[in-house]
């Protein structure tokens, strides 16, 4: 998914000739922060990360960083990302479809997490 949201987001960037947005300032912002809240993110997980669904039996669940306040940070910054980029070019299409497929993505990502994560600790 992410290798087609580039390509379209390229595609309808140079198709529509839409440049930079007009307040792209305050999306590269957003951006920054999204970016920031990832690495915070990983480097909470330390070496749990994986991109795989994975339950380690004997580990705890990570609640340093961001996982104190929210499960899964790293996938609200994900969101952000789907929806931030395509706007910072005015690729309104992009970001529509691409927010709405990882939505989709993300229902049974998650869910299947939990799952993993209730029949470990249970």
Known sequence: MHVLFFIC????TIVFQRGPLPMALVVLTGLIFTQALRYWALFSLGRCWNTKILVIPGTNLVRK???????HPNYVAVALEFLLLPLLFQAYATALLFTVLNAA???IRIRTEEQALEKLHH
């Open 65 to 71: 960083g961001p996982y104190q306040w929210f499960k």
């Open 105 to 107: 993505v993300m229902y």
């Open 9 to 12: 987001l390229i595609w309808e």
